[in-house]
Every structure is written in structure tokens, then in C-alpha cells.
């Protein structure tokens, strides 16, 4: 076993092990919906206890990492994609909507410091009562919502007084911009859901009407978490996902 599979006690014990299955995971150690060795063989090859694992597990399950079935045991979850951010935008809203025929535009509905929530801490791996950055923006195309975009980005490193106008930056370069702390790769989930009713009052739509969601969590170097993204869209606008390969433009 390589060294960097051995936890180590710089952070929590947790924490380390749900890293070192997570990056198991990407590189296809684990594969897709095949199941994973059992919580003893994990936890003996770790090094940590059982309820450290499971602490771990837990965390990548609410992360969409592993699907846990019980009394059958734990799988990887295939539907999570790793990006290199190095490689530039991995979709633009702002060209679909263009080639749509409609303008585009975004609206800052929220740019403020304030503690992160218990669930938000949770993300972001901050302590109790840290604060964070929240920006709430909402898309549009030809002044009519189609979409909501929330950011939760951590506080330390982040520069003081940032112009509001700057929420509509997209989330790399507002990094770039005015973060000390830089991101380096970061996952993200698709997903379809149903509008509940804030999101339907936001978007305009019917409660219940089909919408595109997409989560993110962007990492620095440290693969400590440094941004969060919740995006919502109307399904019925026509989106669509596209890959960019490097080179193909």
C-alpha cells in the first residue's frame, strides 16, 4: 500500500479517509456499481477505527460519492465526474441561451458576509460560526428568470469590500480576482428535481414543474473545500450540457 493511502493525523481522522476513498473512486479503484470491500477491510487497511469510517462514509454519501444499500453494502457512485478546472469553463449558460435566440443577463440578488448555517459549514469544512460569502444570482433571458444560481464561497483569504457588481462574475474568476486562496479541481453532480415553492416563486414557475439542478464544490490545493454552487434551470428552456476537450476550438 502506497504512503498516501496511510492517514495521517494533520486533520481529522474522518476526513482524511473519506479523501483517500474519494480519490479512490475517481481513479476507478473503486469502480462504478461494483461494491466495495466491507468497513472492516477499509478500516484495517486505514489504519482508523469503524466509526471513523462510517463518519467518512457518510460524508460521501451526501456528497453522492457511494450509494449504500443495507444488508448488500456500499457502491461507487458513478454519476460523479471529477474536473480538472485547469481546462478551462465546463459549460456556458450565457452561449445556449444566446444561440437560443434570447439576450442574457444576470441578476446579483445577494452579496454578503455572514456565518455559515450548520449544513453550509458542513460543505465548506468550517468551524462553527465562520463566516462565508453568499451570492444569489439569478439568470435570465430576455428579462425573463430561467434560472438561480447560489454561491457560498469560505471567508478566510477573500478580500474586504468587493463591489456588488461583481457577483456576476462567473465563480473562477471571482476566485482569481479576489480570493488568496485558488481553485484547483472540484466535483460536480446533475440532477432533475421538482420546484418547491421558493424556487417556484424565484424562477416563476408552477410548483412541482421539472427542474435541472447542478451542485459543485470547488478545492484548493490543499483539497480543502473553497466554493460551493447550487444552479437550478427550468427544464423546459432547452438546456443542454456540452464537454469542451481541450484543443477543439
Same mark, same amino acid.
Given at each position: 500500500?502506497?504512503?498516501?493511502? %496511510? ?13 483517500? #476513498?474519494?480519490? /479512490? ?5 473503486? +469502480? ?8 472492516? *477491510? ?12 462510517? =463518519? ?7 456528497? +453522492? ?7 448488500? +453494502? ?21 452561449? *445556449? ?5 434570447? /439576450?442574457?443577463?444576470? /441578476?446579483?440578488?445577494?452579496?454578503? %458576509? ?8 458542513? /460543505?465548506?469544512?468550517?468551524? @462553527? ?13 430576455? !428579462? ?5 444560481? =447560489? ?12 463591489? %456588488? ?7 473562477? !474568476? ?5 480570493? @488568496? ?35 459543485? #464544490? ?17 427544464? +423546459? *428552456? ?12
Amino acid at each position: 500500500m502506497a504512503d498516501s493511502d %496511510l492517514v495521517v493525523r494533520s486533520k481529522s481522522v474522518s476526513d482524511q479517509a473519506a479523501d483517500i #476513498i474519494r480519490e /479512490r473512486i475517481v481513479q476507478g479503484v473503486y +469502480g462504478p456499481e461494483r461494491r466495495m470491500p466491507s468497513e472492516a *477491510q477499509i478500516a484495517g487497511e486505514l489504519h482508523i477505527s469503524r466509526s471513523s469510517l462510517r =463518519t467518512a462514509l457518510a460524508s460521501l454519501a451526501a456528497e +453522492g460519492y457511494i450509494r449504500r444499500h443495507h444488508g448488500d +453494502g456500499t457502491y461507487a457512485c458513478p454519476r460523479n465526474f471529477h474536473l480538472t478546472l485547469r481546462s478551462g469553463k465546463q459549460w456556458d449558460i450565457e452561449r *445556449q441561451i444566446l444561440q437560443s435566440g434570447r /439576450r442574457p443577463s444576470l /441578476r446579483v440578488l445577494e452579496m454578503r %458576509l455572514r456565518q455559515a448555517r450548520s449544513g453550509e459549514a458542513k /460543505r465548506l469544512t468550517l468551524r @462553527k460560526g465562520e463566516v462565508l460569502m453568499a451570492i444569489r444570482r439569478l439568470v435570465l433571458a430576455d !428579462e425573463l428568470p430561467i434560472g438561480a444560481i =447560489t454561491s457560498l464561497i469560505a471567508g478566510r483569504g477573500l478580500a474586504a469590500d468587493i463591489p %456588488l457588481s461583481e457577483g456576476c462574475l462567473p465563480p473562477q !474568476e471571482f476566485l482569481k480576482l479576489y480570493h @488568496k486562496r485558488k481553485p484547483i479541481e472540484g466535483t460536480i453532480r446533475f440532477f432533475a428535481d421538482l420546484a418547491d415553492q421558493a424556487v417556484a416563486k424565484l424562477l416563476g414557475s408552477e410548483v412541482g414543474e421539472a427542474i435541472l439542478c447542478m451542485e459543485g #464544490i470547488y478545492y484548493d490545493d490543499t483539497r480543502t473545500p473553497l466554493l460551493f454552487t447550487h444552479e437550478v434551470y427550468r427544464s +423546459g *428552456q432547452g438546456f443542454e450540457f456540452q464537454t469542451m476537450f481541450p484543443g477543439s476550438r
